[in-house]
C-alpha cells in the first residue's frame, strides 16, 4: 500500500488539521452530491452540468488522471485509496495513489461541503465539527 491509512497523508493546499476516515464511510453517502461537467449525448457535444455522487465523481477523476499518466485501462492495476476529512475547512479529500510504470502516482479529489450537506451529515451522527477545548 502506498498511501498510510493510520495517520494519514499531509495533501498540498489542504489544512494540516484531519481526520482519516473509512472509505465506506462516503461510499454509503449517495446523496451527498457534486455538479460536474460532462459532454452531453445529443447531436452536439456540448458540456452540460450532471448531479453525481461525491465518491463516484472522485473515482472517475482518479482514473483520468492515470490514464494521462499513462496507466493503460483495463489492466486490473491496485489503486489504494485514503479518505481524510478537514472539519476546519468542511472539506473531504480523496486520495488515491498507483504504481503507473514502475513509479508511484498520486491523484486528489478534494471537495467542499456546504452548510446543507454538513447540517444533514450532522443530524445523522457522520460528521463532528472541529472543537477548542
Request: charged share 20%; with cysteine.
Given at each position: 500500500?502506498?498511501?498510510?491509512?493510520?495517520?494519514?497523508?499531509?495533501?498540498?493546499?489542504?489544512?494540516?488539521?484531519?481526520?482519516?476516515?473509512?472509505?465506506?464511510?462516503?461510499?454509503?453517502?449517495?446523496?451527498?452530491?457534486?455538479?460536474?461537467?460532462?459532454?452531453?449525448?445529443?447531436?452536439?457535444?456540448?458540456?452540460?452540468?450532471?448531479?453525481?455522487?461525491?465518491?463516484?465523481?472522485?473515482?472517475?477523476?482518479a482514473?483520468?488522471?492515470?490514464?494521462?499518466?499513462?496507466?493503460?485501462?483495463?489492466?486490473?492495476?491496485?489503486?489504494?485509496?485514503?479518505?481524510?476529512?478537514?472539519?476546519?475547512?468542511?472539506?473531504?479529500?480523496?486520495?488515491?495513489?498507483?504504481v503507473?510504470?514502475?513509479?508511484?502516482?498520486?491523484?486528489?479529489?478534494?471537495?467542499?461541503?456546504?452548510?446543507?450537506?454538513i447540517?444533514?451529515?450532522?443530524?445523522?451522527?457522520?460528521?463532528?465539527?472541529?472543537?477548542?477545548?
Amino acid at each position: 500500500m502506498l498511501l498510510n491509512h493510520e495517520i494519514g497523508e499531509v495533501v498540498d493546499g489542504m489544512d494540516d488539521f484531519f481526520r482519516v476516515v473509512p472509505f465506506s464511510k462516503y461510499a454509503e453517502q449517495s446523496r451527498l452530491t457534486c455538479i460536474v461537467k460532462r459532454p452531453s449525448t445529443g447531436k452536439f457535444k456540448r458540456m452540460v452540468d450532471v448531479e453525481m455522487p461525491i465518491v463516484q465523481a472522485a473515482m472517475e477523476w482518479a482514473q483520468d488522471g492515470f490514464v494521462k499518466s499513462g496507466l493503460l485501462p483495463g489492466l486490473g492495476a491496485s489503486i489504494d485509496c485514503l479518505c481524510q476529512e478537514y472539519p476546519r475547512t468542511s472539506m473531504v479529500c480523496f486520495v488515491f495513489a498507483a504504481v503507473v510504470n514502475g513509479e508511484p502516482k498520486f491523484v486528489t479529489a478534494p471537495f467542499k461541503l456546504g452548510h446543507e450537506q454538513i447540517a444533514d451529515l450532522q443530524l445523522r451522527g457522520l460528521w463532528q465539527s472541529y472543537t477548542v477545548n
